[in-house]
């Protein structure tokens, strides 16, 4: 890791995307233990989905 601080879900998203995983895979996407499931897609899409802002939100409603 950099030590660099994620201001934003993107930027967090981006930063485990950009080491190399614990199992020495240098894209985590490609590691079949690391990459991310169907199910914890969705879990983080529903955790998201409120990342929006205020006016986008407000014209949504």
């Keep these: 890791m950099n030590g660099r601080i994620c201001l934003t879900p ?6 485990g995307f950009e080491e190399p995983c614990e199992h020495q895979v ?3 996407n ?3 233990t690391c990459r991310l499931t169907g ?5 983080l899409a529903v ?3 409120n990342d929006l802002p205020a006016v986008a939100r407000t014209t949504a409603a």
């Design 10 to 15: 993107q930027q967090a998203f981006e930063a």
């Design 26 to 28: 240098p894209d985590p």
């Design 30 to 32: 490609d590691c079949p």
């Design 39 to 43: 199910a914890e897609i969705r879990r």
């Design 47 to 49: 955790l998201l989905r």
